[in-house]
């Protein structure tokens, strides 16, 4: 079994020195595609957001989504990921803490909250003691140990002083994409989740949302850090999509979701 796996191994090493340009990994024109770790509520403007970088600089973007505190541990764990684009920027300064990240961290854009039903039936209120009546039974809401905006939502709860009375009818999605589902589905009346997610394609017209007030909740500060391994295996490439971010290109597709957009140093 060892002799065949290693005959396998040197089969493949044989075809990768044979196969020509393409064996370092490059892409069109020699730009190597990098994999980006992207937070769930960004998924959305990401599809647009890669398309576009792709068509101005012909490099290919691969993306992983999940929350940002599981990427930024995959990332810690030694994931070859280039860039982390995150939920907020505790997670992009603890990578630079660790020495996983190299400077700068920067916010690419404000999120905020909205509280969306499928259910015609439910009135919704900004004020969240309606989630604590029928016909109402769970309310869906990331999970807020890995996911920024499910910690927003805690401290829009309890702003209120409805999180403890609300507890025993929290679903927590392990990321914004799953706390969509549950909404969507119908697993859940009722869901705290991302504008940026009622806003897109896919789900716009479905239901319907409120936003929710800002001052009950902290701001939703999304931060982009490129990590060691981009620097290390594609510091061009990494470069490129961390600027790109900040270009007015970028900040239309980030407007079209509903994040505000930072002003000042580091825009383009």
Avoid: H
């Avoid at 990578?95 to 919704?124: F, H, M």
């Avoid at 940026?196 to 902290?218: Q, T």
């Amino acid at each position: 079994m060892r002799k065949y796996f290693s005959l396998v191994v040197i089969l493949s090493a044989c075809l990768l020195q044979c196969a020509g340009p393409a064996s370092d990994g490059t892409g069109k024109a020699g730009k190597r595609p990098i994999t980006v770790a992207v937070a769930a509520n960004v998924q959305f403007a990401m599809e647009e957001l890669k398309e576009a970088f792709g068509q101005e600089t012909g490099i290919e973007i691969n993306v992983v989504i999940s929350s940002s505190g599981k990427l930024a541990t995959q990332i810690l764990q030694g994931a070859p990921y280039s860039l982390l684009v995150s939920a907020n920027m505790k997670y992009p300064e603890a990578l630079l803490q660790k020495g996983k990240a190299v400077p700068p961290s920067q916010v690419y854009a404000y999120g905020s909250l909205v509280l969306w039903t499928l259910n015609k039936d439910i009135e919704l209120d900004s004020i969240p003691d309606f989630l604590l009546a029928a016909p109402i039974r769970k309310v869906a809401i990331a999970n807020p140990r890995n996911a920024p905006y499910g910690e927003q939502a805690v401290n829009y709860l309890e702003y209120y002083g409805v999180y403890e009375a609300l507890q025993p009818r929290l679903a927590y999605g392990e990321s914004i994409s799953q706390t969509n589902q549950y909404i969507i589905t119908g697993a859940v009346e009722a869901g705290i989740t991302a504008k940026s997610a009622v806003l897109s394609p896919e789900m716009k017209g479905k239901g319907k949302w409120i936003e929710l007030p800002v001052e009950a909740y902290s701001p939703i500060g999304q931060g982009v850090v490129i990590t060691t391994y981009g620097k290390e295996k594609n510091p061009e490439e990494s470069q490129k999509f961390f600027d790109f971010l900040f270009s007015e290109k970028a900040r239309r597709i980030f407007g079209s979701y509903g994040y505000e957009l930072p002003q000042g140093e580091g825009v383009n």
